[in-house]
């Protein structure tokens, strides 16, 4: 008879955290500095709506920030493959914490000028594309690949929890003392981020042959890349699956007016649902490291979180007016979303990190944080355009359905995906 798994295996894997000393204090410091970048995307619409009272003022804070993200997440990561990679990601998180400073300083001395606040949003977001890829490409320098899911596990768990607390903080600093004390506290939590990339090692990227160059020629050879290395491109495509055909979350808002009822509150009990998702899968991950078919979970994990936003919708389809189990049974659902994202976004993050060369790692995490980025934003479109002409719960229903469907056929036609070996790792 098999002994019976303890706690500490279904847990968390916190090796990573034991064993190397830099990752600790790179986390750490991310973690804390995370809550504070929640916290502040919150912040800035609040203040966005208070100088205007326009939502769609508020929506063009995403705007500002999606564009330098999108324009400098490839370049970012041409600047990693070339440069110590330390040295970019401390450069990256210097700009970032003067830039919080400065939003702090707008508050504290009242500027109230919405294009200033537009313009910070902006350069956050070109620097944040610069020293994400940096930060990604130093992990697999720190731990051993055996213990990278467990890393990019502890990572998207504490992700999670910054998108949960990170929000819930902003609305009470905001109430208590106003904007400039909650652009405060984010300043002074990214003190702590800047302290973890301080204490990194050296971090030079492998380079073989002639130094190379930052320019459109190094980012047109990651992009080549990935156009020979079937396995390394489908951890984007499925993710685009996800997010283009089946992101929920701009369905919300109507969803708690019209078909729920309950307004902001039922908002934010979807919303509180899909990362308490994320949370518990990241809380259990502790059985994750010993996967081998990684490519085959991923596939699965996003079928499962199409199903699940398919089910969403058809309980607001079939499901009579007032029924009250129905806000119970679609954040269950959206709970059921968040769990399978986070264990897809686990493996997608191991497969690029050990299936890239390290001379190109740092443009493949561009290329990640573009469709990181960019997939959410287009998806938004996509299902809120649906829901213009078909109601919020067909379409969620049906972008939940043509996700499985994308995914599925994806997945026939690059076979060798589901087939990964995490032992045997192919591009």
Avoid: K
Avoid at 51 to 70: H, K, N, Q
Avoid at 86 to 105: E, F, M, N, Q, Y
Avoid at 395 to 411: Q, R, Y
């Amino acid at each position: 008879m098999q002994p019976r798994p303890t706690r500490r295996r279904w847990l968390v894997d916190t090796t990573p955290l034991r064993e190397s000393p830099a990752f600790r204090r790179l986390w750490v410091g991310q973690s804390l500095a995370g809550i504070g970048t929640q916290l502040t995307v919150v912040t800035v619409g609040l203040q966005a709506y208070a100088l205007t009272s326009s939502t769609l003022a508020v929506g063009v804070v995403g705007l500002f920030a999606l564009v330098p993200l999108v324009a400098l997440g490839l370049y970012g990561g041409a600047l990693v493959d070339v440069h110590d990679r330390r040295r970019v990601a401390l450069a990256a998180s210097v700009a970032l914490w003067v830039l919080s400073l400065a939003l702090a300083a707008q508050a504290w001395l009242e500027v109230g000028s919405l294009h200033l606040l537009y313009g910070l949003v902006a350069l956050q977001s070109a620097a944040f594309a610069v020293g994400n890829p940096a930060r990604s490409a130093i992990v697999p320098g720190l731990v051993p690949a055996a213990q990278l899911p467990a890393a990019n596990a502890l990572s998207g768990t504490t992700g999670a929890v910054a998108l949960t607390v990170g929000p819930l903080l902003a609305g009470l600093l905001v109430d208590a003392g106003g904007f400039r004390v909650a652009y405060t506290v984010d300043a002074v939590t990214f003190v702590a981020a800047l302290a973890g990339v301080w204490g990194l090692p050296p971090m030079p990227p492998a380079h073989t042959g002639a130094v190379r160059r930052a320019g459109v020629r190094s980012v047109l050879e990651g992009v080549r890349f990935l156009g020979t290395r079937p396995n390394v491109r489908m951890t984007f495509l499925v993710d685009l699956c996800a997010m283009v055909l089946a992101m929920p979350r701009v369905l919300y808002p109507a969803i708690g007016a019209v078909d729920l009822g309950g307004g902001a509150r039922t908002v934010g009990v979807l919303g509180a649902g899909f990362a308490a998702g994320s949370v518990l899968a990241g809380l259990f991950s502790g059985p994750l490291g010993q996967v081998r078919r990684q490519g085959a979970v991923v596939v699965g994990c996003v079928a499962v979180y199409g199903t699940a936003v398919a089910g969403f919708g058809a309980v607001l389809v079939a499901a009579p007016d007032g029924a009250g189990w129905r806000l119970a049974a679609c954040t269950a659902l959206l709970a059921v979303c968040g769990a399978a994202d986070a264990v897809s976004s686990i493996f997608r993050g191991t497969i690029l990190q050990v299936a890239t060369p390290d001379a190109l790692r740092g443009r493949l995490q561009g290329v990640f944080v573009v469709v990181v980025a960019g997939g959410p934003r287009l998806g938004d479109v996509v299902l809120g355009g649906t829901a213009e002409l078909t109601g919020e719960g067909v379409a969620a229903l049906a972008g939940g359905s043509a996700c499985v469907v994308a995914v599925l056929t994806l997945a026939r036609a690059q076979r060798g995906f589901a087939r990964y070996d995490a032992l045997d790792p192919r591009p």
